[in-house]
Structure formats: C-alpha cells, structure tokens
C-alpha cells in the first residue's frame, strides 16, 4: 500500500538522519542513580546520597579508601577531653550557591533539624549520643543543647559520654543544609518542601534542572573552595530497573551506575566485559553480610543445636561456586571487615548427617512449613533461596519462599508474624552497624536475641579510635556470635561494577575502595575527574 | 440524542464513586503503608517515629474514615497530597500525563493507520498470498506481549544495531530538540503499536470483508462509480464501525499509559508513577489515577457511542 511504505520510508529516513550519537560530549560525566531518592530529600532518604557528595556537603566526608575522614566544611576540630566534647574550626570563606555566607548558623540548623522529631527524619539516630538528644525527642527541649555555636566559625558540640570515634561513625551522615532558606520552614514541612528539587549548597556543583523520573543535572561551580571541578557537568540519569542501567553502560549512555540498589547482575558480567570502553569490577566487595533471620522468639528456634543443624544442611560453599559463579566469601559471623574477625571460628562445614542428628536431639518435629521472606529479586538471590529450600528439605526442615516489598515485610514485623527470611545488610563503612541487628535494644531486627556481652563489646567498640582495641572488641563479638548464631551467617557478598574507561578519576578511585559504604556520601575527589 | 447523554453523565456519577470505593478498600487491604514502605534496616525508623508520621498521614484512621476524608477533599476540587514526596496529586499527573500521551497516542494513531490499511489490503486481495502472509503476521502481532518485543527490539535495533537508544525520552541534560527526542521515541512506540496495529487489521479485514459482499456494493459498481469512490465513500466508511468500537475502547489506555513499556523504556510517564506508587503505597496518588482512568474510560464509551450516531444513521439515540 502506498500509504505504508511512504510511512516506513519517513520512519528510516528519520532515523538515518538523525544516526549519529549525540552520547559523547566533552566535559559531562553521566551516573545512573535508581527511582525515589530525590523528592524525599537527604533528610528522609535512604538513597540519593551521591547528590550528598557533589551539592550538599557535610562537615566532614568519608575517604574514598575507608580510612579517616577528609575536612570538608570543618576546617579543622579537636576534642580537649578525649571525645565528649568536639570543637569544629569551620572552612572560611565559604558561600553557598546563591551567594549567601556559609557560617556556623547553618551547622547549628541543620544538625537541629536532623534531630527534631517534628521533622521525622530516620537519620536522626546518628546523633543520639549529642546531649539533650533523648529530651528533644520526647519534647521535653524544643533544640539540641549539646550544640552551640560561640561564633559565626565555630561549632561546638557536647556529647554524652567520651566517643573518640564519633565524628567518623556518626557526623559523617549528617549533610549541611541552608538555613537562609530552610530555617523559615516550618519542621514539618521540610520534608515535602521545594528545595529537595533545587537544592542550593556549598559543593563542587551546582544544582540546574531536575525533571521528574528522568534527570537531575548539576553544573561546575568555579568557587568550590577545594578548587574549580575539570568537568563540566554531571546528569544524574533516573531508572527505575537495573536492566536499562545495564543497557545504557553498553552503549555508553551513562558513564557509572549506582551501587545502591544493586550491581551488575552476574549475567551480564561476561557481555560487559567484552565492551572495550567498560571497566568492569566483577569482584567490588559489597561490605553485604548475607544471612538467614530468624525470630529467636519462635519456639522452633530458640534451640541453638536446631539452628546449628540449619548451617551444618545448608553447602554454602557448592552455592558460590555454582549460583554465585564464584564470588563472594564465606562467612562464619557478621563483620564483613576482616579486621574485626577473629581467626578459629567454627566453619560449619557442610554436614547433612550431623544436622540430622542435632535435629534428633533438640526434638525437632518437622511440622507447618515455615514461612521464609526475602526481597532481592535478581535470579541470583532467587537461586540462592532455592538451594537453601532443597538443602533445608533434605534435613527435615521444610520452608516456604516468599519474595515481598517493603512495605509488606515491615508489614510482617509489625504484626509480629516474621518466622524467618534472607537478608543482607550494608555494614560496609564500621562494624559498629551490626549493632543495628544483633543488640538487646535493636528492634525488631534483634528478632528476640539479647547478649548482655555482647552489647557491652559494641560499646566498647566506639568507646575508642584505636583500631587495634576496637578490633579486639569486635574479634571476641565475631566468636560470640558465630558460637550462638543468632542468624545464619551464609556470604559476604560482592556487587559488580562497571564504569566507562573515558572518565578518568572513577574507575580509579573505585579500584581504590576496600568496599561499598552505602546511603552516605564519600569523598573521592570528584573535583579532579575529567574526560579523557 | 441530549438525553441520552445527560442521562450517560447523571449514571457516571454513581459509577465513579463505586469505583473509587473499591480501589481504595482494596489499595488500603494491601500489606504495609506508605511509612511502612520507607523504612530500610540502614535507618530504622523508632515506633515512636513511624507512629508520628501515620498521624500525620492520617494512616492510623479507620479505612472508612480515610475514604470519606479523601472524598471530602476531592469535591472541594483537591486531591490531595502524595505521601512520599509531599507535592500535590494533580501537579504530579499534570507533569506527567503529556509524555504518556504523546507515546501512547502516537502508537495508537500508527496502529489505527497502518492496521486499516493493511486490513484493507487483506480483504481486498483475500485468499491471495498477502492475506495469508498478513494474517499470520497478525497472529504473531498479537500473541507477543509488548514488554518482550520491548526487550527484543532494544536488542536488536539499540545494543546491536545502535539505531536508536535504549531508554528515556531524550538525551538528558542541555537544550531540548525534537530530532533528538524522535530518536527515543521510536522504540517503545514500536513495541506498543505492534499489538494495537494487529487488532485494527483483523478488525479492518473483517469489517470491509462484511461490507464489500453487500447489494449495494454490487449496485454501486453496476451504476459504473469508479473503484476507489465505491472503496471509499461506501466501503469505508461502513467498515469502519466495528473499528470505531476497538479505537473507542483502546482510547483509556491512551491515558492509562503502559506500565511495563514505561518501566524499560525509562519513559516516565503516568504508568511509571503509577507502578511507584502501588511499591510505596501512595494512596492519593493511586486513587488520582484511578480517578482519572476511570473517567477517561467512561468518556470514552460516551464518545464512541456518539460516534456510531455519527457514522451510522440508522443508529439514533432517544
């Protein structure tokens, strides 16, 4: 028919004509970042923090190489009493994007601002040890009393006890907001107001657009205070799956994709690597303990020997080396870190009979199925579950997979209906996170366990900056908690990575990270990195 | 013909708020909330926390309360704000509803265009090799569900033949250009018009086919009017009843947009906000686009029933 083939024909010649490629411009860096961590802010996102690393600043940002912390807006600080009390030196001269002075008002907000209740933000934890913190909370104080600032450059801050670690575990969360422009709102309206999609900051870029669902687009700022960035922008390109990121980084659409949220998949590790522009890091550890949960309260689990029996059933190592394609470690205990281990810990090697036969002993009656929540969806966790269920069922103990969201498996916790489930957890940055899941107090994720000891030694972890004291409170932690396996612990995991070779700075950097830190911003020089 | 469509809009309006009833019961049966969906084990969220922000939300009310206080709302012209990013439900369509329609009308209208001709194509040469060769075309059109042929031609036509991109609506960043955003286009239009173009041929086929064996086809000839006037003014134009039908019940899918094409493609229309927020429980933002859906459904039956008074004058409304 006439009408289609001039219909066809206008379609090719469109497409010839506009064939070339319009990807590769000089001075544009392009990042892949995932869906619903801009309009939330960083105040009540757990994701978008990248944004934390090139807008916003904190005081102090987290090295790219895990050791220390580089001055940001703090020039410098001390503490003249081994770590309660923290005197921050602020950066002079600082403007914010609009050319409002940078002074210590702001930190004084902003850190209110992270802690007021009206506010709501989950973050506000991260400074639960600055005094006046419980009163704020309960409403008893309308401000954080341990905050004050003697001058327009100074910030001082109380805590509540000595924690020489505090200003690399904990500050290095909180991101400095304006209070020329937020300090007029009122706290709960913080969260939905209109900065979060125009920020203004003090960082090496400078917030331009933002479309919904698509694009955030941040330029050069020529004043940062650590000097002018060589590139000249950077588009954060919006996705909801991983698959388009995957697609994008083949053709070079998006220079970097986002660790948050996942990695490579590990099927498509070998196409990438064919791409000569890509520099895939197929074995970027994770800093992600993946274990089995367990809800201590149940009284099929309170048994150690029944859960023992679940680690002698499960053959991880057959799982790295056929599901996983032989990444990832081992692991024995909760610490990802190889320093806070301790060496000697039982390996629970694969042993079917013997979980046979501590099952026998602790009485177990194979009953109900019990039911196993999880919420990766990669084919890789799915494959994982799988072989957990047939290894599982071998022994005697049947389970039933559930793949949830979110919301449905907060859901789950708040009904009090968790039985058991595989998770993993991003404790990259400090061993002192694992107190999030395995302390008296951590609910609900303790699921019922309470170790008075081993409270003790997570407190002893940050009650010093030593790392060799630090690694020995963590070392007896690892031995205790490999002995009395509050969860399973099954891999530390690794998340693939691939960065486009033609920006020179990110792949470099990343080689350089001992592994992932996930959901706060870390300082890896963006403002050297150029195109090649 | 004023009846009957006064009497259309006066039996919406019980329509509407049946559905809108049982969305919300069903949305509010799902597991979780809106709270529930943003906590994470990285920042726990204290109880003290998450039963503030339900207060807020107005999540700890009775169903039944929430739905009245939704309603309430709605009819003052509000609806309402969504609970993850604060901004209001209507600026959120609003922004978003040009970019579905725009994928959405272009594939129906390739589909509307190139389905009638190759069905009058098919009709016309029937039994011959192209209506064979086209009807199992139109098999295959139909049988492939849109978000594989996504896939498939983002193989094809992006990663190997490096054609066209692989996602988004433009190259992101800088000044805007059309031939630029054509280029995105192409795509997932493709892979949803293949379906849509499928139906409209089987549909054209069977409409001329029903037409073209009629007496006053053969009259028309016997008086000795030209082929293309009889195909035209008296063949077409009756064929294209049963087709105004399906045009008719495809027009909500036009503001509907395609979940999945949407998720692939990275286009981020309505579909796209509305799979974000079934995931973080977004009850205004759900209810808004069920709103929608729901009275673009019924003009839409409205507007293909006049349609047919127009087309056919043996139709008439009392």
Sequence with gaps: MRFTSRFLGLIAALSLAAASPAFAEGGTFRSAMRTGCIEMGTLHTTCGHRLDETVLQSLVHLMWTGQGVKPMLAESWSTPDSGQTWVFKLRPGVKWHDGAPFTAKDVVFSLNAYANPKVGSPWASKLSSIKGYNEFQSGAADHLAGVSAPDDGTVRIELDGPKPAWVELQLIFISILPEHILGAVAPQDIRGNRFWINRVGTGPFIWKAYASDQYVEVTRNPDYFLGAPKLDRIVYQIYKDISPIVSALELGEVDAMSYEGGGVPLSEIPRLQKVPSLQVMPNMNGGLPTYIQLNLADPRFADVRVRQAMMYAIDRRSIIETVKGNTGELSNTLFPQAWARADGLEPYEYNPDKARDLLKQAGWQTGKPIDFIYYYSDQMNVDTVVAIQSYLADVGIDIKPRLLDPASINQVYADNAFEMGLFANGMGLDPSLGALVVTCNAKPLAFGYCNKEVDALFERGLATADRAERAAAYKQASVILNRELPKLWLFNEVRPLAFNKRISGLAEHFAQQPLLFFNLPVYNEVETWDVR | ?318
């Excluded at chain 2, 329609?101 to 011959?128: I, P």
């Excluded at chain 2, 193989?155 to 033949?161: A, G």
């Excluded at chain 2, 077409?236 to 503001?255: Q, W």
């Design chain 2, 1 to 318: 013909m004023i009846h009957y469509i006064l009497r259309k809009l006066l039996l919406a309006i019980p329509v509407l708020f049946g559905v809108t009833l049982i969305v919300f019961a069903v949305a509010s049966a799902m597991p979780g909330d809106a709270v529930l969906a943003m906590i994470t084990a990285e920042a726990p969220s204290s109880e003290q926390l998450i039963a503030m922000r339900r207060g807020e939300l107005g999540l700890d009310q009775p169903v039944v309360q929430q739905y009245l206080h939704w309603l309430g709302q709605l009819l003052h012209g509000n609806f309402g704000r969504s609970f993850v990013s604060g901004r209001p439900v209507i600026d959120l369509i609003g922004e978003r509803l040009p970019i579905t329609l725009e994928l959405m009308g272009v594939a129906l209208l390739v589909a509307f265009l190139l389905g009638t001709a190759l069905g009058l194509a098919s009709a016309l040469r029937q039994y011959g090799a192209a209506d064979y060769g086209l009807t199992v075309a139109g098999l295959v059109g139909v049988s492939i569900p849109d978000f594989f042929l996504g896939l498939l031609l983002v193989y094809l036509f992006s990663l190997e033949l490096r054609w066209f991109p692989s996602a988004g609506v433009r190259t992101q960043g800088g000044a805007f250009s059309w031939a630029d955003h054509l280029r995105y286009l192409v795509l997932p239009a493709a892979s949803l018009a293949l379906f849509r173009t499928a139906i409209f041929m089987r549909y054209a086929r069977a409409g001329m086919l029903d037409v073209l064996n009629q007496d006053y086809m053969r009259t028309a000839r016997a008086k000795g009017l030209r082929p293309r006037l009889i195909l035209l003014r008296h063949g077409l134009r009756n064929a294209l009843i049963p087709l105004t039908t399906v045009f008719g019940l495809s027009l909500p899918t036009l503001f509907g947009g395609s979940v999945v094409v949407e998720t692939i493609f990275q286009w981020p229309g309505i579909g796209l906000l509305f799979i974000n927020a079934v995931v973080d429980r977004d009850s205004p933002v759900i209810m808004g686009y069920v709103l929608l859906t729901a009275v673009i459904v019924m003009a839409a039956n409205l507007l293909t029933d006049l349609a047919y008074a127009v087309l056919d004058p043996r139709v008439s409304y009392g």
